[in-house]
């Protein structure tokens, strides 16, 4: 296990995001405007309700931000996508959080359920990412739950979240 801080101002995503906090090659981030948290203010490999894992994260809402603009016009909301776009950041930011080696990637859902909405009058989204399956084989796997939360609202529910690490021998 690597001996990483279990919180990340905006500085700390953006290193991550390019590939300062892992090394080269290893986990990264997407840069803003794709960066979906402001920071991550907790994250472990033996915590959350399973004992596997979790990231909880924050996202500062501004009525500026570039997806309310464009989705959609005359009536902003946050996509879905990127709610779960979020989530994914998050569960291979943990699997690199963890010290594991390899290039992150989603792989899927098995289930995603948009309860609410994120629109500009929000002051805060929470992403709970809360690993149910941790696989560190060849090929690194976190199956993981999530949740994304709107001022306290639940407004997107993930289950069987899939991203995987793989180096370029895979």
Same mark, same amino acid.
């Given at each position: 296990?690597? $001996?990483?801080?279990? %919180? /990340?101002?905006?500085?700390?995503?953006? @290193?991550?995001?390019?590939?300062?906090?892992? #090394?080269?090659?290893?986990?990264?981030?997407?840069?803003?405007?794709?960066? &979906? &948290? +402001?920071?991550?203010?907790?994250? %472990?490999? +033996?915590?959350?309700?399973?004992?596997?894992?979790?990231?909880?994260?924050?996202? $500062?809402?501004?009525? +500026?931000?570039? /997806?309310?603009? *464009?989705?959609?016009?005359?009536?902003?909301? &946050?996509?879905?996508?990127?709610?779960? +776009?979020?989530?994914?950041?998050?569960?291979? /930011?943990?699997?690199?959080?963890?010290?594991?080696? #390899? @290039?992150? /990637?989603?792989?899927? !859902?098995?289930?995603?359920?948009?309860?609410?909405?994120?629109?500009?009058?929000?002051?805060?989204?929470?992403? =709970?990412?809360?690993?149910?399956? =941790?696989?560190?084989?060849?090929?690194?796997? #976190?199956? !993981?739950?999530?949740?994304?939360?709107?001022?306290?609202?639940?407004? *997107?529910?993930?289950? $069987?979240?899939?991203?995987?690490?793989?180096?370029?021998?895979?």
């Amino acid at each position: 296990m690597a $001996d990483y801080p279990t %919180s /990340f101002d905006k500085e700390g995503l953006l @290193q991550c995001a390019r590939g300062e906090l892992f #090394g080269p090659g290893n986990a990264q981030l997407p840069e803003p405007p794709m960066l &979906m &948290m +402001d920071r991550i203010t907790d994250v %472990s490999a +033996d915590g959350g309700a399973h004992g596997k894992g979790h990231v909880i994260a924050e996202l $500062d809402i501004h009525p +500026d931000l570039w /997806f309310f603009a *464009c989705h959609f016009p005359g009536n902003p909301v &946050m996509p879905g996508c990127l709610m779960l +776009d979020g989530l994914w950041q998050l569960t291979g /930011f943990n699997l690199g959080w963890r010290g594991w080696q #390899g @290039q992150g /990637f989603a792989l899927g !859902a098995g289930e995603v359920k948009l309860t609410g909405m994120v629109r500009p009058d929000r002051r805060l989204v929470r992403y =709970v990412v809360d690993f149910t399956r =941790v696989i560190e084989r060849r090929l690194k796997m #976190g199956v !993981a739950n999530g949740r994304v939360e709107a001022d306290g609202e639940t407004v *997107c529910e993930v289950r $069987d979240m899939k991203v995987g690490l793989a180096t370029a021998e895979v």
